[in-house]
T-cell receptor, first 115, second 113 residues
C-alpha cells in the first residue's frame, strides 16, 4: 500500500515556507524523502529511522512520528532550486519488527517555487 | 566513477513484442530494484533482488520478468502480457540491509508504437 502524501501540489514564492506530509496505514520502520526534477532520477534527501527523529538538510528538515505513522518534510525560505516533485518512501515493519526491505513510495507532491 | 547505468534512454515497443531494459551498476551493491513511474502515480515497485539468483515480486509484477545472474546486472523484460507498458522505468540499487538510500539510474522511457 502506498503512503499518502499531501498536498498533491503547492506553489510558493521564493522565500516562503512549505510543509509536505506523508502518512501510512501500516507500522513503519523508516521513512525516506527524495526530490525529483522533471525527466531526471530522484535524488535522496534524508532517512528518518526512529519515532520522533528530526533531521535537517540545508533549509530542508523532516520529522517522523512513529506512533502516528506519519512524517513531515519542512522547506523553509524556499529557493528556486527547491522546485520539483517530492516523494516519501516508507519501509514497513516485518514480522520480527525489523524492516521488510521494500521501499514503497507515495504519489508525490509537486512543489513549484516562483521568483 | 561508480553509478548505475540504464539503457536505452528511449525505447519503443510494437504490439505483441517483448522488450528488455538494461540496468548495470558498479557500486558493488547487493540489492537492486525496478520501479515504474506514471504521471501522478509516484514510483511503484515491479521487482527487487537482494542477492544473485534470487528476486521477489513487487506490487505490480504482472507482465514483467527479471533475472539476476550477476551482481552487477538486473535486466527487466516487459512482456507482451503487459498491456499498458508506456511509462518511465527507473532502476535503483542499495547495499544490503534496511535504511539504505536508493541510488537511481537515469531511467528509460518506454513507449508503445
Amino acid at each position: 500500500q502506498q503512503p499518502v502524501q499531501s498536498p498533491q501540489a503547492v506553489i510558493l514564492r521564493e522565500g516562503e515556507d512549505a510543509v509536505i506530509n506523508c502518512s501510512s496505514s501500516k507500522a513503519l520502520y523508516s521513512v525516506h524523502w527524495y526530490r525529483q526534477k522533471h525527466g531526471e532520477a530522484p535524488v535522496f534527501l534524508m532517512i528518518l529511522l526512529k519515532g520522533g527523529e528530526q533531521k535537517g538538510h540545508e533549509k530542508i528538515s523532516a520529522s517522523f512520528n512513529e506512533k502516528k505513522q506519519q512524517s513531515s518534510l519542512y522547506l523553509t525560505a524556499s529557493q528556486l532550486s527547491y522546485s520539483g516533485t517530492y516523494f516519501c518512501g516508507t519501509e514497513r515493519k516485518g514480522y520480527s519488527g525489523g524492516s521488510n526491505y521494500k521501499l514503497t513510495f507515495g504519489k508525490g507532491t509537486l512543489l513549484t517555487v516562483n521568483p | 566513477d561508480g553509478g548505475i547505468t540504464q539503457s536505452p534512454k528511449y525505447l519503443f515497443r510494437k504490439e505483441g513484442q517483448n522488450v528488455t531494459l538494461s540496468c548495470e551498476q558498479n557500486l558493488n551493491h547487493d540489492a537492486m530494484y525496478w520501479y515504474r513511474q506514471d504521471p501522478g502515480q509516484g514510483l511503484r515497485l515491479i521487482y527487487y533482488s537482494q542477492i544473485v539468483n534470487d528476486f521477489q515480486k513487487g506490487d505490480i509484477a504482472e507482465g514483467y520478468s527479471v533475472s539476476r545472474e550477476k551482481k552487477e546486472s538486473f535486466p527487466l523484460t516487459v512482456t507482451s502480457a503487459q498491456k499498458n507498458p508506456t511509462a518511465f522505468y527507473l532502476c535503483a540499487s542499495t547495499p544490503w540491509g534496511p535504511n539504505e538510500k536508493l541510488f537511481f539510474g537515469s531511467g528509460t522511457q518506454l513507449s508503445v508504437l
